[in-house]
Every structure is written in C-alpha cells, then in structure tokens.
Nanobody
Framework: QVQLVESGGGLVQPGGSLRLSCAAS????????MGWYRQAPGKQRELVAD???????NYAESGRGRFTISRDNAKNMVYLQMNNPKPEDTAVYYCYADVRESMWSGRSQYWGQGTVVTVSS
C-alpha cells in the first residue's frame, strides 16, 4: 500500500501565491507519474498538472503559465506552486501517483485525501 499526504492548502487572495506539497510513503519501488487534480463544488475532478519520473510535464490549460509542478524523486514528493490564483481555482486539490510497489507487481494508482484551496479576497 502507498499513502499520499497533501499539505499547503488554505485561503489565498487573488494574485497571491500558494505552494502545495504531497509526500508519498509506503511500499514504493517506482513512482512513474505524480500529479495534481482538483474538484470544485458541483464539478468533476480534473487534471491540473502531472510529471513523470523523467520530468516530462503536462499542464491543463487552466493553470498553464500560472502553476508550476515539480518533483523530488529522492523524497517521493511532488509540489504545485500556484501563482496568481483566481477565484475559479477554488477547489479540493488531490495528489495522485502511479506506482509500482515491487519489482514483481504491476502499476497501481493512488490518491491523497485532498487539501482545500480557497481563492478569495
């Protein structure tokens, strides 16, 4: 089993900045992809950004140019730097990881519990 724990959410003013962190722990052989999704009230969960172990990055259009995803492979951590957030960025942000737990296992997907980000003045 793998656990993902997010931190860094909270209230931020429009135009401010916020950094989300996610730590993966447990039975980890390789983490292929780590990323961030979000779900706003009444909406479906959507991709924000993800990053492979080789640092290939994919951004959703909504955050492109404002959000930066990064990853520390040695620490099994992923970060999301949110600059110039907007009220429409208000959502629960979930960490995601695509993991191989051992040399003999297949890949499994894990989710964190979520951290709330509220963008408001």
């Amino acid at each position: 089993q793998v656990q993902l724990v997010e931190s860094g959410g909270g209230l931020v003013q429009p135009g401010g900045s916020l950094r989300l962190s996610c730590a993966a722990s447990g039975s980890i052989f390789t983490i292929y992809v780590m990323g961030w999704y979000r779900q706003a009230p009444g909406k479906q969960r959507e991709l924000v950004a993800d990053i492979t172990s080789g640092s290939s990055i994919n951004y959703a259009e909504s955050g492109r140019g404002r959000f930066t995803i990064s990853r520390d492979n040695a620490k099994n951590m992923v970060y999301l730097q949110m600059n110039n957030p907007k009220p429409e960025d208000t959502a629960v942000y979930y960490c995601y990881a695509d993991v191989r737990e051992s040399m003999w296992s297949g890949r499994s997907q894990y989710w964190g519990q979520g951290t709330v980000v509220t963008v408001s003045s």
